[in-house]
């Protein structure tokens, strides 16, 4: 199974390991890493699941669609490499993903 | 391991948040969350969506796996009815007369679907309610391709069935009492933009419409109107509204009014119960009034209040209220509450196209936004009303102006 490593504001490190398919929202649920709020639950709703993918894997993880992208325009803290965690699926080929975490969501 | 035990009755949005607030901030003592149903915590939304249309599985509704809980030391009593509350004994009593004892004690009961039992033929089968996995377990059995649907009620409940019923190829009829769909909740506006849009999709809306009666042996085959109109139904779905589930609180002897009243820090009238979500009528800075909202961030938001507070550390609920609701390519942001607003700016043209954002004014204050298609506004709006900040009317209407120009 990938593994993904969660990198909070403090530089707190959580690696989990979860099964391809799964968004990088819900594996952050799944193993209780603090800093996502995913309040919508995946629906590309909320803007609660903000995290910065390591420059390493921005390109990796694809860009982001209007939506999506219309919504980071106004989350705390936007970088050129903020994602909706929620719109990150998991696949084998992002097996090492690093994203960081913001100090808040809303 | 301390000795406290903290039971949260209700294993739904605010309960899983709850649980998961506890543990975070600190419980140390035991924590049982009680539900009914026999699956854990689960998100409601996709009931009427992906759920309903046989696209998500239940496990992919769950908020968090059940070994989330086991590690993390949370009890799930699933397929449990909680049947009262011993305040004196502090303890709370099990469908099959088990009893509990507490030190603190959570009520995140939710809202119970408002029944129209004195509906003639509500009885018969294929007469269903939208509210929890068991519900739509009933609905599945009913639905399908070319089968006809026949929806009572058009609040975003019934909206949302309607547009996934539709999209599955169902011929689907909308029946609203009131003079336009979701009058309670939206400007005419609005209302005239969705009933359009339904109307583009298929979808057959009939407002200011008394439903007289449910035909059918056995399975409902039609619904009567009282204007002599029959409509062939193979499903009708009820989304009529529902009511704080308060029983168990009223019982208990606590506070009541339009849902279980709580304070700032989320307490019922007995401090070592807290309350949280749909269930609550509670106190909300922004706008300045007591209000009973039905919302997942509600029922999230409330819930990490309630954790804090049975941590002992008081900080006072104070969110914007914000929804949402998908219906086709539709995507309804909401962030404020408009109730009582006097005049509507709109962004966007309504009358063509899909994408518009309606604000919400009472007088020179903006209260609220509906962004159809819209994120940024919803976006710029959520944040902006959080802050206190207030908008230009003139500059919202003006899409020359970019969105954050016209916030000040």
Same mark, same amino acid.
């Given at each position: 199974?990938p593994?993904i490593?969660?990198?909070?504001?403090? =530089?707190?490190?959580?690696?989990?390991?979860v099964?391809a =398919?799964?968004?990088?929202?819900?594996?952050?649920?799944?193993n209780g890493?603090?800093?996502?709020?995913?309040?919508?639950?995946g629906?590309c709703?909320?803007?609660?699941?903000?995290?910065?993918?390591?420059?390493?894997?921005?390109?990796k993880? =694809?860009?982001?669609?209007?939506?999506?992208?219309?919504?980071?325009?106004? @989350?705390?803290e936007?970088?050129p490499?903020?994602?909706?965690?929620?719109?990150? @699926?998991v696949?084998?080929?992002?097996?090492?993903? @690093?994203?960081?975490?913001?100090?808040?969501?809303i | 391991m301390?000795?406290?035990?903290?039971?949260?009755?209700?294993?739904?949005?605010a309960?899983a $948040?709850?649980?998961?607030?506890?543990?975070?901030?600190? !419980?140390?003592?035991?924590?049982?969350?009680v539900?009914?149903?026999?699956?854990?915590?689960?998100?409601?939304?996709?009931? +009427?969506?992906?759920?309903?249309?046989?696209?998500?599985h239940?496990d992919?509704?769950?908020?968090?796996?059940?070994?989330?809980y086991?590690?993390?030391?949370?009890?799930?009593?699933?397929?449990?009815?909680?049947?009262?509350?011993?305040?004196d004994?502090?303890c709370?009593?099990?469908?099959?007369?088990?009893?509990?004892?507490?030190t603190k004690?959570?009520?995140?009961?939710?809202?119970?679907?408002r029944k129209?039992?004195?509906?003639?033929?509500?009885?018969?089968?294929?007469v269903?309610?939208?509210?929890?996995?068991?519900?739509?377990?009933?609905?599945?059995?009913?639905?399908?391709?070319?089968?006809?649907?026949?929806?009572?009620?058009?609040?975003?409940i019934?909206?949302?069935?309607?547009a +996934?019923?539709?999209?599955?190829g169902?011929?689907?009829?909308?029946?609203?009492?009131?003079?336009?769909?979701?009058q309670?909740?939206?400007a005419?506006?609005?209302?005239?933009?969705?009933?359009?849009?339904?109307g583009e999709?298929?979808?057959?809306?009939?407002?200011?419409?008394?439903v007289?009666s449910?035909?059918g042996?056995?399975?409902v085959?039609?619904?009567?109107?009282?204007d002599?109109?029959?409509i062939?139904?193979?499903?009708?779905?009820?989304?009529?509204?529902?009511?704080?589930d308060?029983?168990?609180a009223?019982?208990?002897?606590?506070?009541?009014?339009?849902g279980i009243?709580?304070?700032?820090f989320?307490?019922?009238?007995?401090?070592d119960?807290?309350?949280?979500?749909?269930?609550?009528?509670?106190?909300?800075?922004?706008?300045?009034?007591?209000?009973?909202?039905? +919302?997942?961030?509600n029922?999230?938001d409330?819930?990490?209040?309630?954790?804090?507070?049975?941590?002992?550390?008081?900080?006072a609920?104070n969110?914007?209220? !914000?929804? !949402?609701?998908?219906?086709y390519?539709l995507?309804l942001?909401?962030?404020g509450? +408009?109730?009582?607003?006097?005049?509507?700016?709109l962004?966007?043209?309504?009358?063509?196209?899909?994408?518009?954002?309606?604000?919400?004014f009472?007088?020179?204050?903006?209260?609220?936004?509906?962004a159809?298609?819209?994120?940024?506004?919803?976006?710029?709006?959520?944040?902006?009303?959080?802050?206190? $900040?207030?908008?230009?009317?003139?500059?919202?209407?003006?899409?020359?102006?970019?969105i954050?120009?016209?916030?000040?």
């Amino acid at each position: 199974m990938p593994q993904i490593k969660f990198i909070t504001h403090t =530089g707190e490190e959580h690696e989990v390991h979860v099964a391809a =398919g799964t968004s990088v929202m819900q594996a952050a649920l799944d193993n209780g890493v603090p800093g996502i709020l995913a309040d919508c639950g995946g629906a590309c709703s909320c803007a609660t699941c903000h995290c910065y993918v390591d420059d390493a894997w921005v390109e990796k993880t =694809g860009k982001p669609d209007d939506v999506e992208e219309q919504m980071l325009d106004f @989350v705390m803290e936007a970088q050129p490499n903020s994602r909706l965690s929620c719109q990150i @699926v998991v696949e084998d080929s992002l097996d090492g993903l @690093v994203v960081r975490l913001p100090e808040s969501q809303i | 391991m301390s000795t406290e035990h903290a039971i949260i009755i209700g294993a739904s949005h605010a309960g899983a $948040q709850l649980a998961t607030s506890l543990r975070q901030s600190g !419980w140390t003592g035991k924590i049982s969350v009680v539900g009914d149903e026999a699956i854990p915590p689960y998100h409601r939304p996709p009931l +009427s969506k992906g759920y309903l249309n046989g696209d998500k599985h239940s496990d992919e509704l769950l908020i968090r796996p059940a070994s989330f809980y086991e590690k993390s030391d949370i009890d799930l009593l699933l397929g449990n009815r909680v049947t009262g509350i011993d305040r004196d004994n502090k303890c709370i009593t099990l469908h099959d007369s088990a009893s509990i004892g507490y030190t603190k004690l959570a009520l995140v009961t939710g809202a119970k679907v408002r029944k129209l039992s004195n509906l003639p033929g509500h009885e018969l089968g294929g007469v269903c309610y939208l509210r929890d996995l068991r519900d739509v377990d009933q609905i599945r059995g009913y639905i399908g391709k070319g089968k006809s649907a026949v929806i009572i009620g058009g609040g975003y409940i019934g909206l949302e069935t309607a547009a +996934s019923m539709r999209k599955m190829g169902m011929n689907v009829t909308v029946l609203e009492a009131m003079p336009r769909v979701l009058q309670r909740v939206t400007a005419p506006e609005v209302s005239a933009f969705y009933s359009r849009v339904h109307g583009e999709e298929g979808v057959n809306i009939i407002c200011e419409a008394a439903v007289e009666s449910l035909q059918g042996s056995g399975n409902v085959q039609s619904v009567q109107l009282a204007d002599g109109t029959s409509i062939p139904a193979d499903v009708v779905i009820i989304g009529v509204g529902v009511m704080p589930d308060v029983e168990l609180a009223e019982a208990a002897g606590l506070e009541i009014d339009n849902g279980i009243v709580v304070d700032e820090f989320a307490r019922t009238s007995d401090h070592d119960i807290v309350a949280a979500g749909d269930c609550t009528n509670h106190y909300n800075p922004i706008y300045q009034r007591r209000l009973r909202l039905e +919302s997942v961030q509600n029922a999230t938001d409330q819930a990490k209040t309630a954790a804090n507070t049975l941590c002992g550390k008081l900080e006072a609920y104070n969110t914007l209220p !914000w929804f !949402w609701s998908d219906q086709y390519d539709l995507k309804l942001q909401i962030a404020g509450l +408009s109730q009582g607003f006097d005049r509507v700016v709109l962004r966007g043209d309504t009358e063509a196209g899909r994408s518009f954002a309606a604000f919400y004014f009472e007088g020179d204050r903006l209260l609220a936004v509906d962004a159809i298609n819209r994120p940024k506004e919803f976006m710029m709006t959520r944040r902006a009303l959080g802050s206190g $900040q207030n908008a230009d009317p003139a500059k919202l209407a003006d899409e020359s102006i970019e969105i954050q120009q016209a916030f000040s």
